[in-house]
């Protein structure tokens, strides 16, 4: 009886240490640079016609603040596969990027749902990253000489 009790304890503890096994976000200070994969298909699963000129896929690039979920849009029209993030606001921020499909033919523009940087699903290897930052400090004030400065200064120039 003491054997199983002992067994179960041991089982619980270590489905409670699951969810701590899980990675951690990585926290990175701005400017960061972002890379994706290309976007090359539809929801439905069907190839975008790579051969039609009349289609362009854009991205634009957003940041989302952590706390209150206001988004800032960072850079728009991205025909490249990455982007310099630079966001110097205060606060914890996850990158986002979403897809624009413009049709040249119709001038209408499609767009995709958000890849967010905090969200396992749509980061590399469910490695989850975000900006943190914490501000410029202030400049220092009152700047004076201390007398001990002062006695080594004017011996120097005897």
Request: contains cysteine.
């Amino acid at each position: 009886m003491k054997r199983y009790f002992m067994l179960i304890v041991v089982l619980v503890v270590v489905l409670f240490s699951l969810p701590l096994a899980a990675k951690a976000m990585d926290w990175y200070s701005s400017p960061i640079k972002v890379a994706w994969d290309a976007v090359t298909t539809y929801t439905s699963g069907e190839m975008i016609d790579q051969t039609d000129t009349s289609l362009s896929v854009k991205y634009v690039a957003v940041v989302k603040d952590l706390q209150n979920n206001q988004i800032d849009t960072i850079a728009t029209g991205v025909e490249a596969l990455e982007v310099q993030i630079i966001y110097a606001q205060k606060g914890r921020y996850a990158v986002g990027i979403y897809t624009e499909l413009h049709d040249a033919d119709t001038q209408h523009v499609y767009t995709s749902d958000y890849a967010w940087s905090d969200v396992v699903e749509c980061v590399k290897d469910g490695q989850t990253f975000a900006i943190k930052n914490v501000g410029n400090p202030n400049k220092p004030s009152k700047l004076r000489m201390l007398f001990d400065t002062v006695a080594k200064a004017m011996t120097f120039w005897k």
